[in-house]
């Protein structure tokens, strides 16, 4: 089965710090990987996806995050985090062709001022 | 808005009752998934939907609950003498049967069992 795993589960960062948060999936064939970010009550929103191609994908609010293959892993970067960034972000997978999303545990993080 | 929509927002149910949710996909979407998320974990599929047809479901999803779909537009889920371990907010999403698409959530629901 797949899993994903997220390691950090609890990260704070001071406004204007750079932002890198971990994400490993164990599937070895065709993958589509998603970053969902959740702020505080509101629902799950995409923040950028991959499914084949440049392996470096930006997404809104100036996010990106890179695929590498080779590391089964797709982190996602900021250069520079603000306060309203604040929030739950969770990384999921699905097989390519397939329906089902398979998510991480999430990482809460914590811009403060 | 017309996002994923889903109804309540919160239930509050004694252990032993029977709930049921509503979930209304975004409207031109075929495909509706159901997810279960308790504290502290990402959400987890619970079944998924195309048009009307149920075509997976998840070994989490146990004789008590059930999910239909039955004109292809919303979808239900009902959870059958409720215990305390099915307290859990529940996830609806929904989309296009596109390769490179996403899955649009709703708000979810939250299931309190006392």
Redesign the interface.
Known sequence: AQS?SQHNHHVILSEAASLELGCNYSYGGTVNL?W?VQYPG?????LL?Y?SGDPLVKGIKGFEAEFIKSKFSFNLRKPSVQWSDTAEY?C?SRTGGG????????TQLKVEL | DT??SQDPRHKITKRGQNVTFRCDPISEHN?L?W?RQTL??????LT?FQNEAQ??K?RLLSDRFSAERPKGSFSTLEIQRTEQGDSAMY?C?SSINR??T???????TRLTVV
């Open positions: 994903v998603f969902y509101q629902h799950l929103q995409l996806k499914f969770f999921a329906n089902k999303l398979t998510f991480g545990t999430g | 996002g994923v495909r998934y997810y502290g974990q990402g959400p987890e599929f998924y075509l997976e998840s996830l999403a390769e490179g996403e899955a649009f959530f709703g708000q979810g």
